[in-house]
């Protein structure tokens, strides 16, 4: 147990589920004399504590369970008022069996608790039909809800796991070290080349611990809520960050002259993300924007009017890049740590279109993520859709055939269905194996032991190994013992001999057969393709938002619709990367570090807006001379993003064909233009944009293969879902 449970999470929590459905199942049974009661306890705790998979502190899932009370009551009501009828029943749990799947795209607390709410209506949906019984079926969820809720923060509570938010906080306070370490460079005074370099090793590794991936589903700041965008917002700020400083410490000669205005802005930047280190630990106030933005100010009011000192052009610009990823992680950050972000001033508004605000309520935000995965497109509409369809099926088979504890089938079918067919193709045997050995023991059991007294004293037992044995061995030893459970608790609520064991087998097959048949005619290749496909989408969206913005300061349209329409992308893309880790693969089979790709979108998607707010559309319309070479080369980077969108299609690995310059040599390039210009705010609206296509060129010329395979990852039947 040391071994396979460190520290004990599992046996404890299998023990505070135990004693919950215990009391919940004997207090209505023989307390009470309720077996209706009982029932609706004993599932209502193995529902809520067996299947879901809440994020968070125990407080937090204390809270979350209790919120979801007013669901699952709506739920058991329309599925006990529906139960008279197969069709009306079989109906329902289409439309809901879809709803509250679609339902966890909102996030990981809501994805966590869909196994659960889905039994809810499938235990009320079947035979006997009996209203009168709702208000004990009611009463019995929420004993056993409440009881739940109270264990998981008074009885051996879990440790509260490190969550995505302090791993950020670290993240930023290391690159705030190399920020500060950068400026002390362009000040002229070099310092320590080595001590640099480490400063660079471990921002570069605490970015790479930010791998949503390598976090469990619950933790993962996949939500529409206001906190989780700030999440998100701040690891693609950090990672933006990086890919800027690097470009500038390479633009750096060996003996640096001081660079006063650029050292400046960039201690300003390593103030200020220390700061959001200090939010995001709750540890004092809101970073405030506006040091950053005088700062900002400041900076562009003593960026050089000439071309005399292209360096110091680049250095100054780079800077500038460097302070909108500053920016964008500062209202993050208030916005991961609760804070306000609303603001008046172009800077946030900017920046809003990605992240949202906290003027939205929350269920606009909410919306607007559900609104992006209503397509056919989208992995969680093909995953809800899939799973409505197989268990209205299943239910419409177990009511037409006559089969005893029907919800059995739609219990199977849960249990063995897979977001694609290979995975539900894998598990199937595990759980009919399992569901056989259990079976065979039911039946010998029943056959020869007769006395109620054994299964009062056995099903406790049968619970612990169930809950514990069943997760740490794997789920042929979950199906069996579950299969034991089951048996043990029927045979207090009514007579029962070995037919039992006889009807939960035929049910488990019949579920397993409706769930191997939706697996392979609907969307059986799972996320593999539709990642493929939505990055490759998500790509050409940046693309053309880099083009169009570059059009834009040209005196182009606004860039409003293609930042929508790439944002949208982006949502389709993270969701089918999840739920591409949550599926088996063959190691050997993927090349791709998908990681890496969607950072290289990611980057544009919110450096890009950012680099806008200070070089505003129009703002090089005047000067038509420089429009060839800006065109160029944002036609360069968008065949860049088309290239490798391309390349991910065909099923390939990506590589950029470009190869990153350094800023002076473009700006050398151009020098005959500069100077023609002479003096004026225009030359740093040319150079910003240049360099701002210099970092996305450096982004995309990092794509290619990952260092090790692709992580071969099992689902359990919630992640699958």
Wanted: hydrophobic share 50%; aromatic share 6%.
């Amino acid at each position: 147990m040391r071994h396979r449970d460190p520290g004990y999470v599992v046996l404890r929590r299998a023990a505070r589920l135990t004693l919950v459905a215990s009391a919940g199942f004997y207090g209505g049974r023989y307390g009470a004399n309720d077996p209706t009661l009982a029932t609706y306890a004993l599932f209502g705790a193995i529902s809520m504590g067996a299947f879901t998979q809440l994020p968070g502190s125990p407080v937090e899932r204390a809270r979350i369970l209790l919120l979801a009370l007013p669901a699952a009551w709506a739920l058991i009501s329309v599925g006990t008022l529906l139960a008279g009828n197969v069709w009306a029943a079989s109906g329902g749990m289409l439309v809901i069996g879809f709803a509250v799947a679609f339902a966890g795209t909102g996030g990981p607390r809501l994805a966590g608790l869909v196994g659960a709410l889905q039994l809810f209506y499938i235990l009320a949906s079947f035979p006997p039909y009996q209203p009168a019984t709702l208000p004990q079926r009611l009463i019995g969820v929420t004993l056993a809800v409440v009881l739940l809720a109270i264990a998981e923060v008074l009885l051996w509570p879990d440790p509260v796991p490190v969550s995505y938010r302090q791993r950020v906080a670290r993240t930023a306070d290391r690159v705030a070290a190399l920020l500060g370490g950068t400026a002390q460079l362009l000040t002229g005074n070099g310092g320590d080349p080595h001590e640099r370099t480490v400063w660079q090793e471990r921002a570069a590794e605490s970015l790479a611990g930010l791998r949503l991936a390598d976090f469990p589903a619950a933790e993962r700041p996949t939500g529409a809520a206001l906190r989780d965008r700030g999440l998100r917002g701040c690891e693609a700020a950090l990672r933006g960050a990086l890919v800027k400083v690097r470009r500038i410490l390479a633009e750096v000669p060996a003996q640096p002259p001081p660079v006063l205005s650029a050292a400046r802005l960039l201690r300003t930047c390593a103030d200020t993300t220390r700061a959001v280190v200090l939010t995001l630990q709750r540890e004092g106030p809101p970073v405030s924007l506006d040091r950053l933005d005088a700062a900002i100010s400041e900076s562009e009011r003593a960026f050089p009017a000439t071309s005399a000192d292209l360096r110091r052009l680049c250095l100054d610009a780079g800077a500038l890049g460097l302070a909108d990823q500053v920016n964008i992680l500062a209202i993050s950050g208030r916005a991961a740590a609760g804070f306000p972000t609303s603001d008046e001033r172009p800077a946030v508004a900017a920046y809003q279109g990605v992240i949202g605000s906290s003027r939205q309520r929350g269920w606009r935000l909410y919306w607007r993520q559900f609104r992006a995965h209503l397509t056919f497109r989208s992995a969680l509409f093909q995953t809800a859709l899939r799973l409505a369809v197989a268990l209205a099926f299943a239910r419409m088979i177990a009511g037409v055939l006559p089969l005893q504890h029907g919800f059995w089938v739609l219990l199977a079918t849960l249990t063995v269905l897979r977001t694609s067919a290979v995975d539900t193709r894998t598990a199937l045997r595990p759980a009919v194996l399992g569901t056989i050995a259990g079976a065979l023991a039911s039946g010998v059991l029943m056959l020869f032991v007769n006395r109620s007294v054994v299964y009062i004293v056995a099903l406790p037992v049968t619970m612990v190994l169930a809950f514990t044995v069943g997760r740490l061995l794997g789920p042929t030893w979950a199906q069996a013992l579950f299969t034991l459970l089951l048996t043990f608790v029927f045979a207090q609520l009514a007579p029962a001999g070995p037919q039992l064991a006889e009807a939960r087998l035929v049910n488990v097959l019949v579920g397993a057969a409706v769930g191997i048949l939706a697996g392979v005619l609907v969307w059986p290749r799972g996320a593999r393709h539709d990642l493929r496909k939505n990055t490759a989408s998500y790509l050409r969206a940046i693309g053309d938002l880099v083009e169009q913005s570059v059009e834009a300061t040209l005196g182009g349209p606004r860039t409003d619709g293609v930042l929508v329409r790439a944002t949208r992308a982006a949502s389709l893309a993270d969701a089918s990367y999840a739920q591409y880790h949550s599926e088996r693969h063959d190691p050997r089979s993927g090349g791709v570090d998908w990681q890496a790709v969607l950072a290289v979108a990611h980057h544009a998607l919110h450096g890009v807006p950012a680099t806008l707010d200070r070089n505003p559309p129009g703002c090089l319309a005047s000067w038509p001379e420089a429009a060839p070479h800006l065109r160029g080369t944002a036609v360069r980077v968008r065949s860049a993003y088309d290239e490798a969108a391309d390349q991910i299609a065909r099923g390939d690995t990506p590589r950029s064909s470009l190869v990153s310059t350094s800023c002076l040599d473009e700006l050398n390039a151009i020098r005959p233009l500069l100077d023609e210009r002479g003096a004026g705010q225009q030359i740093r609206h040319l150079v910003e944009l240049n360099f701002m296509l210099a970092n996305l060129v450096d982004h995309i010329t990092q794509i290619g293969s990952s260092d090790r395979p692709q992580p071969e990852r099992g689902s359990s039947p919630q992640a699958g879902r």
